[in-house]
């Protein structure tokens, strides 16, 4: 109901603007279309504003999702900061340590794929559609979080240094892909993120 309000107030606005523009054009502006010049906006460039307006309110973000958002981004984070923490462990040379230290990683990760799991399975019919390339992305990454996670718990132990380093090192990496369509997603649903009303 509020997108549908937004939707025709938006189109509203959008109507007064372009009667505005067209009746300033037809005021004052013989001068420039003596020149060959467009006084008003053409009929592509207010479809095109149009279209834009609409996807915008059709994947605007419910007050939940803004809550669940904030929850993914901030348990991601924490992974990957517990897989960089275990990087710089590994230069020490104390596995048991370095063992131990690995299953607050592996609960993070735990909860950051059910963050977010429960993030897209909240999504609209056609949030859905509107962010289809972004959110496959999203799912590429948490699967692939699955699989590193598992390798990592199964080299624990019997595997070498080097390939438990291999190991954290793809999946911080994979963490950080992940934050980074988070992001990208965020901005599509008009999220403001962390930091962006200080800055403004």
Known sequence: MKRTLALVFGLSLLIAQTAIAQYHGGGGGGHRRSEGVPTGPTPETKNNDLKGFERAVMLQATPEQIAQFQRLTSSTQSARQRAQQLLQLS??????????????????????????????????????????????????????ITGQSKALSHNLENGSDEQIVGLLQKLEKTLGELQSQQIAIGSEMGIQLPGQSRSQ
Do not use: C, V
């Not at 020490?92 to 063992?99: E, P, S, T, V």
């Not at 429960?118 to 056609?126: A, D, I, M, T, V």
């Open 91 to 144: 230069g020490n040379g104390n596995k048991l340590n370095w063992i131990n230290s690995t299953y607050p990683l592996t609960n993070g990760l735990e909860e950051t794929q059910a963050d977010n799991e429960k993030f897209l399975g909240s999504f609209s019919k056609e949030q859905e559609d509107g962010l289809k390339k972004l959110t496959k992305k999203m799912r590429k990454a948490d699967s692939e």
